[in-house]
């Protein structure tokens, strides 16, 4: 009988563990969305860090949506990967990156 009260204990206390703690969650600002694509445009951004803002939602900032979904076209028909310069995206990429940061720069969010 103690055995089945302590492991009800412990079963009930890891169940109040999870309940009470909420699954982490990454949500990127103006200001990483701008690092993010400064870092592009001079060579040290990582493919992880830019499979991260392709993927990410901007729900708790929609004007940033919009930018996204210019990053991900460009991404289709610039982007290189990973090359020996550090740059992920052809020249072409580059300016147009280079234009969505001047955008981005302008806006309130």
Not at 39 to 65: M, T, Y
Not at 67 to 74: G, P, S, Y
């Given at each position: 009988?103690?055995v089945?009260?302590?492991?009800l204990l412990?079963?009930?206390s890891?169940?109040?563990?999870l309940?009470?703690?909420k699954?982490?969650?990454?949500?990127?600002?103006?200001g990483?969305?701008v690092?993010?694509?400064?870092k592009?445009?001079?060579?040290?951004?990582?493919e992880?860090d830019?499979a991260?803002?392709?993927?990410?939602?901007?729900r708790?900032?929609?004007?940033?949506?919009?930018?996204?979904?210019?990053?991900?076209?460009i991404?289709e028909?610039?982007?290189?990967g990973?090359?020996?310069s550090?740059?992920?995206?052809?020249?072409?990429?580059?300016?147009?990156?280079?234009?969505?940061?001047k955008?981005?720069?302008?806006m309130?969010c």
């Amino acid at each position: 009988m103690v055995v089945f009260i302590v492991s009800l204990l412990i079963f009930l206390s890891v169940i109040a563990v999870l309940l009470w703690v909420k699954t982490p969650h990454y949500q990127m600002s103006k200001g990483d969305v701008v690092r993010l694509l400064q870092k592009v445009l001079v060579g040290q951004a990582s493919e992880n860090d830019w499979a991260i803002f392709l993927s990410s939602s901007f729900r708790h900032c929609p004007e940033l949506e919009p930018l996204r979904d210019i990053c991900a076209a460009i991404d289709e028909k610039e982007y290189l990967g990973h090359t020996r310069s550090g740059f992920l995206f052809s020249e072409s990429g580059l300016v147009q990156i280079r234009e969505v940061l001047k955008q981005l720069e302008q806006m309130d969010c």
